[in-house]
């Protein structure tokens, strides 16, 4: 079975600061992970993935994530936050080794709230 | 939201009518993937496609049906029999499936809402 959590229903960090939003996965075999961003009333938009390689994975917008497998995580990250990434934000996984199909099983979400 | 189109993007539904959510990609995409969005609970898949002419259930496909007759196009038909179909629905679409690594792109969402 695959699963992803996100711990924090909100996350709110002040303009200029860093932030983090945490992301949490369980999988049979080696992940494939993501995460994406969605707006008020909008579809999901791609940042960024990780399939294999560096643990670093730079994506749109400034953000970044880092795969860290004994931690089994997967946190985004941006060394400094903006108003304009005020948004909802989902971490996805897809185990390569699952027979259901290549669907993404999606976190319930956390909600980035970014202050000037 | 990418090459992806789904319409209407506001649907009032009485109880005891079937209604179709159309989702269309230009894309070239072959698979598609219909889930459905409720408040605090993340993103839920309902049907998916990975083939024209074949189409397997998700973790929520009671009261759902679609159909894929067409690369570009995949409906989906929420009937009566779907007890709580408030909600919004989002489409999305991939690159062949044995390339897993590939991200979906999602269509702007249809929010429907039953009376």
Same mark, same amino acid.
């Given at each position: 079975?695959?699963?992803?959590?996100?711990?924090?229903?909100?996350?709110?960090?002040?303009?200029?600061?860093?932030?983090?939003? #945490?992301?949490?996965?369980?999988?049979?075999?080696?992940?494939?992970?993501?995460?994406?961003?969605?707006?008020?009333?909008?579809?999901?938009?791609?940042?960024?993935?990780?399939?294999? &390689?560096?643990?670093?994975?730079?994506?749109?917008? &400034?953000?970044?994530?880092?795969?860290?497998?004994?931690?089994?995580?997967?946190?985004?990250?941006?060394?400094?936050?903006?108003?304009?990434?005020?948004?909802?934000?989902?971490?996805?996984?897809?185990?390569?080794?699952?027979?259901? &199909?290549?669907?993404?099983?999606?976190? #319930?979400?956390?909600?980035?709230?970014?202050?000037? | 939201? $990418?090459?992806?189109?789904?319409?209407?993007?506001?649907?009032?539904?009485?109880?005891?009518?079937?209604?179709?959510?159309?989702?269309?990609?230009?894309?070239?995409?072959?698979?598609?993937?219909?889930?459905?969005?409720?408040? $605090?609970?993340?993103?839920?898949?309902?049907?998916?496609?990975?083939?024209?002419?074949?189409?397997?259930?998700?973790?929520?496909?009671?009261?759902?049906?679609?159909?894929?007759?067409?690369?570009?196009?995949?409906?989906?038909?929420?009937?009566?029999?779907?007890?709580?179909?408030?909600?919004?629905?989002?489409?999305?679409?991939?690159?062949?499936?044995?390339?897993?690594?590939?991200?979906?792109?999602? $269509?702007?969402?249809?929010?429907?809402?039953?009376?």
């Amino acid at each position: 079975a695959q699963s992803v959590a996100q711990p924090e229903d909100q996350v709110n960090v002040a303009e200029g600061n860093p932030l983090t939003v #945490k992301c949490t996965y369980s999988v049979s075999g080696n992940p494939y992970l993501f995460w994406y961003v969605q707006y008020p009333n909008r579809g999901l938009q791609f940042l960024l993935k990780y399939i294999t &390689g560096d643990n670093l994975v730079k994506g749109s917008y &400034g953000f970044e994530a880092e795969f860290n497998k004994s931690q089994t995580s997967f946190h985004l990250k941006k060394p400094s936050a903006l108003v304009s990434d005020s948004a909802l934000y989902f971490c996805a996984v897809r185990d390569p080794n699952s027979n259901s &199909g290549y669907a993404l099983n999606f976190g #319930k979400g956390t909600s980035l709230l970014v202050t000037p | 939201d $990418g090459g992806i189109t789904q319409s209407p993007k506001y649907l009032f539904r009485k109880e005891g009518q079937n209604v179709t959510l159309s989702c269309e990609q230009n894309l070239n995409h072959d698979a598609m993937y219909w889930y459905r969005q409720d408040p $605090g609970q993340g993103l839920r898949l309902i049907y998916y496609s990975q083939i024209v002419n074949d189409f397997q259930k998700g973790d929520i496909a009671e009261g759902y049906s679609v159909s894929r007759e067409k690369k570009e196009s995949f409906p989906l038909t929420v009937t009566s029999a779907q007890k709580n179909p408030t909600a919004f629905y989002l489409c999305a679409s991939s690159t062949p499936p044995r390339e897993v690594g590939n991200e979906q792109f999602f $269509g702007p969402g249809t929010r429907l809402t039953v009376l």
